[in-house]
């Protein structure tokens, strides 16, 4: 099992440009999620998916959108690329809740993203 | 207020030191409990659950206090495959499971 993959690893905008980061996970789980982690401020949820054809926000997703039309992938698009958002993004999954205890979110290796 | 607010390090500390990390979270609906840890340039990797009781894994043992809203991690015998950021997570009560990260603390074990 390759876990939880992303694509690009690495990627450098110009300010007004868009792009796709992909996320895929081949354990076959419900929840997925997009964060992003800046230096001195931790990881933030942009969006998160409770399983296929759903999505909802997080605390950051001003400036993202995603879709999540196969249960395996979750992608996460920038329309418009702004240097805040110049980061690294983590995706993340987890099955569904079991025995009344959350299960482990499993991550992705990151995108490093840098929009001039 | 941080909902989740940690040391902020960097601790620097000789091999086979004993270190002690310190979390508080501010909201009192905060349901489960975790640190993760994270190497250089790399995703964060769960390291442990915490529960009311308290719990051991070999030389980490992790504490929770919900009175005082306040989680610790204890290492021992500190090794230089310590080195990383520990994060401290906590989960909200009637959410998603969404994680709520602290900021992390760095730890630095010199031979």
């Known amino acids: 099992n390759a876990g939880v993959t992303q694509t690009p690893k690495f990627r450098v905008l110009k300010t007004g440009q868009s792009m796709t980061l992909l996320c895929a996970q081949d354990?076959?789980?419900?929840?997925m999620y997009w964060y992003r982690q800046d230096p001195g401020m931790g990881l933030r949820l942009i969006h998160y998916s409770v399983g296929e054809g759903t999505t909802a926000k997080g605390e950051v997703p001003d400036g993202y959108n995603v879709s999540r039309l196969k249960k395996q992938n979750f992608l996460l698009g920038l329309e418009s690329a702004a240097p805040s958002q110049t980061s690294v993004y983590f995706c993340a999954s987890r099955d569904r809740l079991a025995g009344g205890f959350y299960n482990e979110q499993f991550f992705g290796p990151g995108t490093r993203l840098t929009v001039l | 207020r941080k909902e989740v607010e940690q040391d902020p390090g960097p601790f620097n500390v000789p091999e086979g030191a004993t270190v002690a990390f310190n979390c508080t979270y501010s909201n009192s609906a905060s349901q489960s409990f975790f640190w993760y840890r994270q190497d250089c340039r790399k995703e964060p990797k769960l390291l442990m659950s915490v529960y009311s009781s308290g719990n051991e894994d070999g030389r980490f043992t992790a504490q929770l206090n919900r009175a005082s809203q306040y989680i610790s991690l204890l290492i021992r015998d500190s090794k230089l495959s310590d080195s990383a950021t520990y994060l401290c997570?906590?989960?909200?009560?009637?959410?998603?499971?969404?994680?709520?990260f602290g900021k992390g603390t760095k730890l630095s074990v010199k031979p």
């Open positions: 354990m076959n789980h419900e929840y």
């Open positions: 997570v906590v989960i909200l009560g009637g959410s998603q499971g969404n994680l709520i």
